[in-house]
């Protein structure tokens, strides 16, 4: 089966919003063997809106429609799958009870957007939205689909796990696909694709896409096979021959960010680690605490900007900063041991380093961040230098921050850039 993935949207077409849409709902799909042939962006106009649709559907055996099913003027996905499937709108009492359950914890009035809302085309299938106002619906001709959702991603995300991958999985069939994602951090890409070398030896009939990212490179292994265990044993055999060749740079697993697998690590040896942070302003601080639980091994975060801060709060001795300058691996070790100190904790992390794009100099550039680390044995520090924006130095060293943390307690030999 083919499929074509149809968002509506003039912050779509006009870069305002990030389309994330397309490319989850083309991840799903391709779980249960149906091959994504074409994605397609178009803004808010009902020609083009129904060209679209005629486009799609005459091409493809599934399509998904995500965006503008809210109650404004500008929402007219309705309208046009009415337009284009030869239906009206009605009342649906199943949607009127989900809105009304929806409102009654918030105390929301009922009014005219509720009602409307409530309007479904009568030709189609309800496709329940169980966090949200506005339902999807299922369109049939023979094995073919046409599903229409919301565009919120989060909604849109629950009605594609819940409902319609359940829904299409039995039509797929064919050939099984496998995949594994493998997260990296601390090697650029060009690195990590020499170290694993030989590519035919490596994957044996497999493939392997590499996706780099500022904080790091996603290793996604595909396998097809019409025998589906067969699939998922050619995976992991490719999976342990990439471990044999890059372990220490892999720290998780599909969706697993590195504070996750750092927060594991802490709450199963009952470690507890406090942060003071210059340069990377509290982001190492609010990447730990995005986790659940997070309170049961973060104890504080301290965003020691100033050199007064510095002293004032982390007890670095003033002299040290005048001699050797507030960037440095001598401060850096002084703030991790610092902030382990006053919050009594176990591990003590800290970064001091140049975000630019202005404060640099020949001798200390912009991106040059010191990572300090001190826990019971021993108080560190390691020198790094980043490219990019502000921002992604930021983000860079705050990553590398959490994966020197992974590798002191996992004793991986820390050779960061």
């Known amino acids: 089966m083919t499929a074509e993935i149809l968002t509506i949207g003039d912050e779509l077409i006009i870069g305002q919003v990030v389309n994330t849409n397309q490319a989850y709902i083309a991840e799903q799909l391709n779980l249960i063997n149906i091959r994504v042939a074409r994605m397609t962006s178009v803004g808010d106009v009902m020609d ?6 005629r486009t799609a559907w005459s091409a493809h055996d599934v399509v998904i429609v995500t965006g503008g099913l809210g109650p404004t003027h500008d929402d007219i996905t309705k309208k046009a799958v ?23 914890p918030r105390n929301m009035p009922w009014t ?36 229409v959702l919301p565009g919120v991603p989060y909604e849109m995300k629950e009605m594609i ?26 090697i650029a890409e060009s690195m990590l694709a020499e170290r694993l070398g030989d590519i035919d030896t490596l994957l044996q009939g497999g493939s392997l896409a590499f996706l780099p990212a500022p904080t790091g490179v996603r290793l996604r292994i595909t396998v097809l096979d019409r025998d589906p265990e067969t699939a998922e044993q050619r995976v992991r055999e490719i999976e342990e021959r990439i471990r044999a060749r890059a372990e220490k740079f892999i720290y998780g697993i599909e969706r697993e960010e590195l504070e996750d697998v750092i927060g594991r690590i802490l709450s199963e040896r009952h470690l507890t680690i406090a942060v ?38 982390l007890g670095v001795p003033d002299e040290l900063i005048r001699v050797h300058g507030a960037v440095s691996g001598e401060v850096a070790q002084a703030m991790a041991a610092g902030i382990r100190r006053v919050a009594g904790t176990d591990i003590g992390l800290s970064t001091t380093g140049i975000a630019g794009p202005t404060g640099g100099t020949e001798e200390k550039p912009v991106g040059l961040v010191w990572v300090g680390y001190a826990d019971a044995a021993a108080s560190i520090s390691v020198k790094m230098q980043f490219g990019g924006s502000r921002g992604i130095i930021k983000e860079r060293a705050s990553q590398a921050a959490l994966e020197l943390v992974r590798r002191r307690i996992l004793s991986i030999a820390v050779d960061l850039p």
């Open 48 to 53: 083009v809106i129904l060209e679209a649709f």
């Open 82 to 104: 009415c337009a284009f499937f030869d239906s009206d709108l009605v009342s649906n009492d199943a949607v009127r009870r989900h809105i009304q359950e929806l409102w009654k």
């Open 112 to 147: 005219p957007s509720s009602e409307e809302q409530t309007m479904v085309p009568r030709k189609a299938e309800l496709v329940e939205n169980p966090v949200g106002t506005a339902a999807g619906f299922l369109f049939r001709d023979g094995a073919k689909r046409f599903i």
């Open 161 to 186: 796990d819940r409902s319609v991958i359940p829904h299409l999985a039995p039509l797929a069939g064919g050939m099984a696909i496998r995949h594994r994602t493998l997260r990296t951090t601390g």
């Open 276 to 313: 003071a942070e210059s340069c990377t302003g509290g982001m190492i601080l609010h990447k730990l605490t995005n986790v659940s639980g997070s309170s049961a091994y973060v104890e504080r975060g301290v965003v020691a900007y100033s050199n007064r801060s510095k002293t004032e709060l």
